[in-house]
C-alpha cells in the first residue's frame, strides 16, 4: 500500500528514471513484502533551482543527482524493517542507474490501515465489523 514521490533534477534519462522508479518498488517488495501489483508513484522532475538540499548536511556529500524518496506507508513496521527498507532501496539504486549511496535521501510517512481510501469511497483497508 505504499504511496512514493520520488523527487530528482531534471534532465535524466526515461531509462534512468525507470531504474529509480523499480529499484524502490523492488526495494519495498523485500523489505516489506509489498505486492507486486501495490505499485503507486509519482515522479517529480524539478529545475535546478527548484529542488534545495544542503550538500553536506550530516557529513555526507550530496550532488545533483540527489533522488528524494518520500515513501507514505502502514505504521505497523519496526525500526529493524525501516533499516531493511532504507539498505534495500539504496544498494537497488547504486546497481541500477548508478546512484551513490549519498544522493538517496528516503523519508517514511507512516500512517494507519483507516487512512487509505484506493477509490469507490470506501476505506480499503478496514474490515466492515457489522454483522
Known amino acids: 500500500m ?23 518498488h523492488r526495494g519495498l517488495m523485500e523489505a516489506y513484502g509489498a505486492p507486486i501489483d501495490d505499485r503507486f508513484q509519482l515522479i517529480h522532475q524539478h529545475a535546478p533551482d527548484e529542488l534545495i538540499y544542503d550538500s553536506d548536511y550530516l557529513g ?41 549511496p549519498e544522493d538517496v535521501l528516503i523519508v517514511l510517512s507512516p500512517n494507519a490501515r483507516d487512512e487509505w481510501s484506493f477509490g469507490n469511497g470506501l476505506a480499503s483497508y478496514v474490515k466492515d465489523d457489522a454483522a
Open 2 to 24: 505504499p504511496l512514493v514521490r520520488i523527487s530528482l533534477i531534471k534532465g535524466k534519462s526515461p531509462e534512468h528514471i525507470r531504474a529509480i522508479s523499480e529499484g524502490v
Open 60 to 100: 555526507l556529500h550530496r550532488t545533483d543527482d540527489l533522488v528524494i524518496i518520500n515513501i507514505v506507508a502502514g505504521n505497523w513496521r519496526d525500526t529493524p524493517q525501516k533499516k531493511g527498507l532504507y539498505r534495500a532501496i539504496t544498494d537497488n539504486l547504486v546497481a541500477n542507474p548508478g546512484l551513490r
